[in-house]
C-alpha cells in the first residue's frame, strides 16, 4: 500500500491556494531567486521565504528532520566555499583581505591556515541566502500539498496523463520506501540484528547490509508490479483519463500566478540589464 508525507489539513494561507497556482509561484519564485548573488536581491527571496514558513502552520515537531538535514547541508555548503574559496572566483577576480588565521600546528611542514577576505565572507552569505530560500520552500511543499491532489494538479499544470500518475506515484513511493525500510529494519532487530555494530571496510560494511537490503528491494519491486497489473486491468493509457477530483482557480489563486509571473519577469529585466551580480559593500 502506497503512503504519503506527513499531511493534515491546517486551513493555513499556503493550504487556501489552489496547489497548480503556488506549485506556479515556487516555479517562479525557485526561477527567480537563481538570478542573483547580491545579497540585497537575495534578502527579498529570504524574506518571502520566512513569511512562507512562519504562515505555513507546519510545525518543527513535523518537518525537523527535514530541517535539519537541510541546514547542516547549506552550513556545510557555505562553511566549505568560506574556507577554501572554491566556487567563489567564478563569481569575482580579486579578493580583499582582511586576516589570516593560522593554526599553531604543523602537518609534514605545511601550517592549515584560512584567508578571511570581504568575498569570501559575502559570497558565504549569499549562497546561504540563495539555498535556503530555495530550500525552505520545498520542504513545504509535501507538509501542504494535499497528496490526493497530486495527479490531478499535475495534470491540471498541462502535462499529460501518464506523466502526472508517474509524478503521483513518484511522490507516494519514497515514503512507502522509507516505511517499508524501517519495518524491515524493526523486524530483524527483533531477530537479534545489530546495525549499530557494523564494523569493517566499505565492502564489510554492504555486505553486512545484505539482510535490510534483499527483503526491501525485492518488496519494492513486487509492489511496484502489482501497481503495474492494477493499472493495466484499468486500460490506463488507452484513452483520456478522467480524475476523480476537480480543482478551479479562484481570484486569489489567479493574484497568487500573477504575482509569480512578474516576479520572475522582473527579475529576468533586472539580470538581462546588469543588475544583482555579486556585490560587496
Not at 593554526?103 to 592549515?112: C, H
Not at 507516494?172 to 571496510?201: C, H, M, V, W
Request: proline share 4%; hydrophobic share 50%.
Amino acid at each position: 500500500m502506497l503512503v504519503t508525507w506527513r499531511y493534515r489539513q491546517r486551513n493555513s494561507i499556503i493550504q487556501s491556494f489552489d496547489p497548480r497556482a503556488w506549485l506556479i509561484f515556487f516555479i517562479c519564485f525557485f526561477s527567480s531567486t537563481l538570478m542573483f548573488w547580491d545579497v540585497r536581491y537575495l534578502a527579498v527571496f529570504f524574506c518571502i521565504s520566512w513569511v512562507c514558513i512562519l504562515t505555513s502552520q507546519v510545525t518543527w515537531a513535523e518537518s525537523k528532520r527535514a530541517w535539519l538535514f537541510i541546514g547542516a547541508f547549506i552550513l556545510v555548503y557555505a562553511g566549505l566555499t568560506f574556507l577554501t574559496g572554491r566556487g567563489g572566483m567564478e563569481v569575482y577576480q580579486s579578493e580583499t583581505l582582511l586576516a589570516r588565521l593560522e593554526a599553531p600546528f604543523t602537518i609534514l611542514g605545511w601550517r592549515p591556515a584560512v584567508d578571511v577576505t570581504e568575498q569570501r565572507i559575502f559570497f558565504a552569505i549569499s549562497q546561504f541566502m540563495r539555498v535556503f530560500s530555495i530550500a525552505s520552500l520545498t520542504i513545504l511543499i509535501p507538509y501542504t500539498l494535499n497528496p490526493a491532489l497530486y495527479g490531478v494538479t499535475f495534470r491540471g499544470l498541462g502535462l499529460p496523463d501518464k506523466i502526472a500518475y508517474a509524478m503521483d506515484l513518484t511522490m507516494r513511493f519514497i515514503p512507502s520506501f522509507g516505511r517499508d525500510f524501517q519495518l524491515t529494519l524493526d523486524a530483524q532487530r527483533a531477530r537479534g540484528y545489530e546495525i549499530e555494530n557494523l564494523k569493517g571496510g566499505l565492502a564489510a560494511q554492504v555486505r553486512k547490509l545484505i539482510p535490510l537490503i534483499v527483503p526491501v528491494t525485492i518488496h519494492a519491486m513486487i509492489a511496484s508490479e502489482d501497481i503495474i497489473d492494477a493499472m493495466d486491468l484499468r486500460a490506463f493509457g488507452t484513452g483520456p483519463r478522467t480524475w476523480l477530483e476537480e480543482l478551479h482557480y479562484t481570484r486569489r489563486d489567479r493574484v497568487l500566478m500573477w504575482s509569480g509571473a512578474a516576479l520572475f519577469i522582473v527579475c529576468l529585466a533586472l539580470s538581462l540589464f546588469g543588475f544583482g551580480k555579486f556585490w560587496v559593500p
